[in-house]
């Protein structure tokens, strides 16, 4: 069975810090971009992240640019979302979402964790 | 960036009626168009992509339309557990992938 599951959100001051894990079962991981994608309370998702099959290269949002770090590890079937320099806005349902097909063949998302909320106030 | 904007923003209808929502783009999108469905504490569930693809397990009452700039997600009769937001997502021009504001499908 093809799965997500999120962990590491929280409660965090403005100016701080969070890594999110997902980790990824049922499927050949290591074949697959795999992305990060939030939503904040009442509104539509925002697409923050994504990192290719390989780890080779990666891209943001520019609303996170500089401040969010995304990382994979094949062996372990995992991806990462470093957020530092956390602000109000940021404050959202972090979801990983894997592509419907391999190696960049389609950044649809047929795939999603459950979520993890990430709360951003002081 | 590709603005995806949706309408209406709220749909009152009844099990058994006919729904027709409409996403339009900024720009061409080509045919890499897709819509997704959401219930409140839930992630997104994939229903179409590339405009007129039924995901898998999706019933033949979703379908989706369109090309270019305007799309069309239409849900042919009703059913009690269709009732949700839906939210269409491009994949012609990115980064950044882009989604729309959703239309809310409610009861009458």
């Known amino acids: 069975q093809v799965q997500l599951v999120e962990s590491g959100g929280g409660v965090v001051q403005p100016g701080g810090s969070l890594r999110l894990s997902c980790a990824a079962t049922g499927f050949t991981f290591s074949n697959y971009f795999m992305h990060w994608v939030r939503q904040a309370p009442g509104t539509g998702p925002e697409w923050v992240a994504v990192?290719?099959?390989?780890?080779?290269?990666?891209s943001y949002a520019d609303s996170v640019k500089g401040r969010f770090t995304i990382s994979r590890d094949n062996s372990k079937n995992t991806v990462h979302l470093q957020l530092n320099s956390l602000r109000a806005e940021d404050t959202a349902v972090y979801y990983c979402?894997?592509?419907?097909?391999?190696?960049?063949?389609?950044?649809?998302?047929?795939?999603w964790g459950q979520g993890t909320m990430v709360t951003v106030s002081s | 960036e590709t603005v995806l904007t949706q309408s209406p923003a709220t749909l009152s209808l009844s099990p058994g009626e006919r729904a027709t929502l409409s996403c339009r783009a900024s720009q061409s999108v080509s045919g890499y168009l897709a819509w997704y469905q959401q219930k409140p504490g839930q992630a997104p569930r994939l229903l179409i992509y590339?405009?007129?693809n039924r995901a898998t397990g999706i019933p033949a009452r979703f379908s989706g339309s369109g090309s270019g700039t305007d799309f069309t997600l239409t849900i042919s009769s009703l059913e009690p557990e269709d009732f949700a937001v839906y939210y269409c997502?491009?994949?012609?021009?990115?980064?950044?992938?882009?989604f729309g504001g959703g239309t809310r499908v409610e009861i009458k």
């Open positions: 997502q491009q994949r012609q021009n990115w980064p950044p992938l882009t």
């Open positions: 590339d405009a007129s």
């Open positions: 990192i290719w099959h390989d780890g080779s290269k990666d």
């Open positions: 979402a894997k592509t419907l097909l391999p190696t960049g063949g389609g950044e649809v998302f047929d795939v």
